[in-house]
């Protein structure tokens, strides 16, 4: 297992189950199911070890899927915008949203 | 229009009393439910090479359809090269307010005439045999002409598919004989233009293209309905105690269906909402931005308020400094999204300040293999020049959509519906019961699409090509 660097690991819970999904390693995720048991699957589904042996997909992809850089965490409704600006995104993002570059 | 009233009233009050003003027009108007009852569709059009080749036929050489941006092609001779299915179409600006559509295929010995986009053309010469037509089609160079005894009369116009424009979007209809543009879309420009959201006044920010294992009407059923939410993208819980926050209103206008949130006008009365209600309010701040509980939430609710006001207030907050107090000209209702609209055969644009626009294709001929277009209509101040629409971002197979990080937390939730698609596409080839069955409400645009589907591909009295046990 690859060990996650520089971002915090995720942790979401399942409201609908009860369950706590958690992020261990890149791409590794232990659930917790509200009588106790634990197990841990990759972020595609796959059971991997614990006594609790099946999960939610979703909530594996949501808690271990591929991380969006910080920056990037923005919703999409409030994708940053500079008006001041001819590539109309704020400056720190020219250079990473740069396959634009040609148009600007 | 009741807009007018929302502005007046901004004036005088703030956010609070936004909320008393009278929903926009467009969302108030209603159409009766849609055709009732379940569908059971044969699962061979999913994935079989005889639907793909007729398809091509009934669908893509017929329909009006979304090609590129007007402003892709800002200046006489820009092109763009659409590609839809194994066809291929030449869509250049021939004058300041004149775009035509070419079959992109050389009338000598058929070499597509262009083979990417580009600007400012004077010509399209054909890189075969160098037989060469002006950007307004007409004959331009016949190399060796005198060696074509006769033939000069059939090569001296490009056939033409026809074009059409609707809120800075180029259409295009291969057939010469189709409608209008216009009668194609009805009431459709009303709701937008009309509702103060005109997409010829947005900049295209995001454009990404995925490119998905499974057939292009699986990728696009899987955006068509809003009822899936509630398992495939299980983080979305709603305001707590209110299991109704997602009742859906269907709204069919022919060529085009429209999903909204029901509103206390409605006249028909449709089935609660699905979804799962988070426990606290908290919780539904935190799934919209994907905040998790191993951190500090950035955006608080604050004790006694509801976590659907704060949001508002964010969005209302962000498009103040996009578009300034001109934002006060727009309802609450718009601020949200959740406005969903198909129009036939492949385009959703959504409404409101959603900003999200999807389009679905099939890749070339393989019926098992599609291209997604996303793209982030953001709202644009009028008096400042507007950005060049973004260029699409192509996914190649095997990157996932967490490689568009552009897209923000959307990445994250196609993420979701990625995790379905592909397995969707291996599941359907592998179903013995040879049917998929559609809900009566909250798979009714699925119904209604293939409506749609079946009048086109000539299936009204049914699918002649799938499979006896299928039908
Ligand atoms: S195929 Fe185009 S000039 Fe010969
Ligand atoms: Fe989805």
Same mark, same amino acid.
């Given at each position: 297992?690859?060990?996650?660097?520089?971002?915090?690991?995720?942790?979401?819970?399942?409201?609908?189950?009860?369950?706590?999904?958690?992020?261990? &390693?890149?791409?590794?995720?232990?659930?917790?199911? @509200?009588?106790?048991?634990?197990?841990?699957?990759? #972020?595609?589904?796959? !059971?991997?070890?614990?006594?609790?042996?099946?999960?939610?997909?979703?909530?594996?992809?949501?808690?271990?899927?591929?991380?969006?850089?910080? &920056?990037?965490?923005?919703?999409?409704?409030?994708? @940053?915008?500079?008006?001041?600006?001819?590539?109309? #995104?704020?400056?720190? !993002?020219?250079?990473?949203?740069?396959?634009?570059?040609?148009?600007? | 229009?009741?807009?007018?009233?929302?502005?007046?009233?901004?004036?005088?009050?703030?956010?609070?009393?936004?909320?008393?003003?009278?929903?926009?027009?467009?969302?108030?108007?209603?159409?009766?439910?849609?055709?009732?009852?379940?569908?059971?569709?044969?699962?061979?059009?999913?994935?079989?090479?005889?639907?793909?080749?007729?398809?091509?036929?009934?669908?893509?050489?017929?329909?009006?359809?979304?090609?590129?941006?007007?402003?892709?092609?800002?200046?006489?001779?820009?092109?763009?090269?659409?590609?839809?299915?194994?066809?291929?179409?030449?869509?250049?600006?021939?004058?300041?307010?004149?775009?035509?559509?070419?079959?992109?295929?050389?009338?000598?010995?058929?070499?597509?005439?262009?083979?990417?986009?580009?600007?400012?053309?004077?010509?399209?010469?054909?890189?075969?045999?160098?037989?060469?037509?002006?950007?307004?089609?007409?004959?331009?160079?016949?190399?060796?002409?005198?060696?074509?005894?006769?033939?000069?009369?059939?090569?001296?116009?490009?056939?033409?598919?026809?074009?059409?424009?609707?809120?800075?979007?180029?259409?295009?209809?291969?057939?010469?004989?189709?409608?209008?543009?216009?009668?194609?879309?009805?009431?459709?420009?009303?709701?937008?233009?009309?509702?103060?959201?005109?997409?010829?006044?947005?900049?295209?920010?995001?454009?990404?293209?995925?490119?998905?294992?499974?057939?292009?009407?699986?990728?696009?059923?899987?955006?068509?309905?809003?009822?899936?939410?509630?398992?495939?993208?299980?983080?979305?819980?709603?305001?707590?105690?209110?299991?109704?926050?997602?009742?859906?209103?269907?709204?069919?206008?022919?060529?085009?269906?429209?999903?909204?949130?029901?509103?206390?006008?409605?006249?028909?009365?449709?089935?609660?909402?699905?979804?799962?209600?988070?426990?606290?309010?908290?919780?539904?701040?935190?799934?919209?931005?994907?905040?998790?509980?191993?951190?500090?939430?950035?955006?608080?609710?604050?004790?006694?308020?509801?976590?659907?006001?704060?949001?508002?207030?964010?969005?209302?907050?962000?498009?103040?400094?996009?578009?300034?107090?001109?934002?006060?000209?727009?309802?609450?209702?718009?601020?949200?999204?959740?406005?969903?609209?198909?129009?036939?055969?492949?385009?959703?644009?959504?409404?409101?300040?959603?900003?999200?626009?999807?389009?679905?294709?099939?890749?070339?001929?393989?019926?098992?293999?599609?291209?997604?277009?996303?793209?982030?209509?953001?709202?644009?101040?009028?008096?400042?020049?507007?950005?060049?629409?973004?260029?699409?971002?192509?996914?190649?197979?095997?990157?996932?959509?967490?490689?568009?990080?552009?897209?923000?937390?959307?990445?994250?939730?196609?993420?979701?519906?990625?995790?379905?698609?592909?397995?969707?596409?291996?599941?359907?080839?592998?179903?013995?019961?040879?049917?998929?069955?559609?809900?009566?409400?909250?798979?009714?645009?699925?119904?209604?699409?293939?409506?749609?589907?079946?009048?086109?591909?000539?299936?009204?009295?049914?699918?002649?090509?799938?499979?006896?046990?299928?039908?």
């Amino acid at each position: 297992m690859t060990e996650v660097k520089k971002r915090a690991l995720r942790k979401y819970y399942y409201v609908a189950f009860k369950q706590m999904y958690e992020e261990i &390693a890149e791409g590794i995720v232990k659930v917790t199911n @509200p009588d106790g048991r634990t197990g841990v699957f990759q #972020w595609n589904g796959k !059971y991997l070890e614990g006594d609790l042996t099946q999960a939610n997909l979703h909530m594996l992809v949501w808690t271990g899927g591929p991380p969006l850089p910080e &920056a990037f965490s923005y919703h999409w409704i409030e994708t @940053p915008i500079d008006v001041n600006r001819k590539s109309g #995104w704020p400056a720190p !993002y020219e250079t990473i949203v740069d396959y634009q570059i040609g148009q600007w | 229009m009741s807009m007018v009233e929302d502005k007046k009233d901004a004036k005088t009050a703030k956010a609070g009393a936004r909320r008393e003003t009278p929903y926009p027009e467009h969302l108030v108007r209603e159409t009766p439910p849609y055709r009732p009852g379940v569908m059971r569709v044969p699962v061979d059009r999913f994935f079989k090479q005889a639907y793909h080749d007729l398809e091509v036929e009934r669908i893509w050489k017929k329909t009006w359809q979304w090609a590129c941006r007007e402003d892709e092609i800002p200046n006489v001779g820009d092109y763009v090269v659409y590609e839809i299915a194994e066809l291929s179409f030449i869509v250049v600006r021939t004058a300041a307010d004149e775009i035509k559509a070419y079959w992109n295929s050389c009338l000598h010995r058929g070499r597509r005439l262009c083979d990417f986009n580009g600007k400012r053309a004077e010509e399209f010469r054909c890189m075969f045999h160098g037989w060469a037509w002006n950007i307004d089609g007409t004959m331009k160079d016949m190399t060796c002409g005198w060696d074509f005894a006769g033939t000069r009369d059939e090569v001296t116009r490009l056939p033409e598919a026809r074009t059409g424009t609707w809120g800075g979007f180029v259409f295009i209809n291969p057939d010469p004989d189709c409608e209008s543009l216009e009668d194609f879309l009805g009431e459709l420009p009303d709701h937008y233009e009309g509702a103060g959201h005109d997409f010829a006044k947005r900049w295209a920010q995001v454009h990404v293209v995925a490119d998905i294992a499974c057939n292009w009407k699986v990728a696009q059923e899987a955006f068509l309905e809003a009822w899936h939410v509630n398992f495939t993208h299980p983080q979305m819980v709603r305001t707590p105690g209110d299991r109704a926050s997602t009742g859906m209103r269907w709204d069919d206008f022919g060529n085009w269906m429209r999903n909204t949130p029901q509103l206390p006008t409605d006249k028909y009365k449709n089935p609660p909402g699905y979804a799962t209600a988070a426990e606290t309010e908290q919780q539904v701040v935190d799934q919209r931005w994907g905040f998790h509980l191993n951190e500090d939430p950035p955006i608080k609710v604050p004790e006694g308020e509801k976590a659907n006001e704060v949001i508002k207030n964010v969005i209302r907050e962000y498009h103040r400094s996009v578009l300034g107090d001109a934002i006060d000209d727009y309802h609450d209702v718009h601020m949200g999204g959740g406005e969903m609209v198909h129009i036939w055969p492949n385009m959703h644009p959504w409404g409101g300040f959603s900003r999200l626009l999807y389009r679905f294709r099939p890749y070339k001929s393989d019926p098992n293999r599609s291209l997604m277009d996303v793209v982030l209509m953001a709202p644009w101040p009028e008096d400042r020049p507007r950005p060049p629409p973004a260029p699409p971002h192509v996914l190649q197979p095997g990157q996932s959509i967490g490689d568009a990080p552009e897209l923000g937390q959307l990445a994250r939730i196609f993420q979701q519906d990625l995790a379905n698609m592909p397995f969707v596409q291996i599941g359907l080839k592998t179903s013995r019961q040879g049917y998929v069955i559609l809900s009566d409400h909250n798979e009714a645009p699925v119904r209604h699409w293939h409506d749609l589907y079946n009048k086109a591909m000539g299936f009204e009295n049914g699918d002649y090509l799938a499979e006896e046990s299928n039908k």
